[in-house]
């Protein structure tokens, strides 16, 4: 099946600092990607859809700035949390579209800012 | 609509009994329909999926029924065992942009 791989599975920052987490489809191409977001004993809510080649598209109630989106190619899209705060603490898990229209989702990254 | 912040249902069972764990979908206009099982600290992993000119679809010891009049969706597990231990969500895609919006979620435990 296909494989979403994500990176990294956890990290630590300290408030302030901007952290990049990254998305890569490993056995197909993907033209659009998701990026969501988790809190614990949560839903996954979605943020953004990432979009080859063109700006993302964001939820009501993310902030762009804060959170950027880059989809530079069909197998690659980067999430950074920029200025980090202890509220962003989360899990944020990507998913890629692959074929017969199935989401395939990566095993998400733990974001702790101290 | 987007899924709620609320806090997650939990259903227990007995290990070897049937489960059910029951949705309720947001957008009439919803045309596919996914299960998923999370295990802690990972991301969702696919179980079975649906679509609206369906209503019921069965897959490994698991099935899903869609009511679309009453938009509900139910997962069928049977013979639960202590692996099937998770958060179940499901989701539904918005015909347009292809979206996929996650429902509340139930934590299912099995009990051995």
């Known amino acids: 099946g296909a494989v979403v791989s994500q990176h990294p599975s956890r990290v630590i920052c300290k408030s302030g600092t901007s952290v990049k987490i990254e998305c890569r489809s490993l056995d197909f191409q993907a033209t659009t990607m998701f990026w969501y977001r988790q809190f614990p004993k949560q839903s996954l809510m979605l943020m953004a859809t990432s979009n080859e080649g063109s700006k993302a598209t964001y939820e009501q109630g993310v902030e762009k700035d804060k959170f950027l989106i880059n989809h530079a190619s069909l197998t690659l899209s980067t999430l950074t949390v920029t200025s980090a705060h202890p509220e962003d603490s989360s899990f944020y898990i990507c998913?890629?579209?692959?074929?017969?229209?199935?989401?395939?989702f990566g095993s998400g990254t733990q974001l702790s800012v101290l | 609509g987007e899924s709620v912040g609320l806090h997650l249902p939990t259903l227990s069972v007995q290990e070897g009994d049937n489960s059910i764990i029951n949705c309720a979908y947001s957008?009439?206009?919803?045309?596919?329909f996914i299960w998923y099982k999370q295990e802690s600290g990972k991301g969702p992993q696919f179980i079975i999926d649906?679509?609206?000119?369906?209503d019921k679809r069965q897959g490994q010891r698991v099935t899903v029924l869609l009511n679309k009049t009453v938009k509900h969706l139910s997962l069928q597990i049977a013979a639960t065992q202590p692996g099937d231990s998770a958060v179940y969500f499901c989701?539904?895609?918005?015909?347009?942009?292809?979206?996929?919006?996650f429902g509340q979620g139930t934590e299912l435990s099995v009990k051995p």
């Open positions: 998913s890629a579209s692959g074929y017969n229209e199935k989401l395939f």
């Open positions: 649906i679509r609206s000119n369906m």
């Open positions: 989701a539904e895609i918005y015909n347009q942009g292809g979206k996929l919006i």
């Open positions: 957008n009439s206009a919803s045309d596919y």
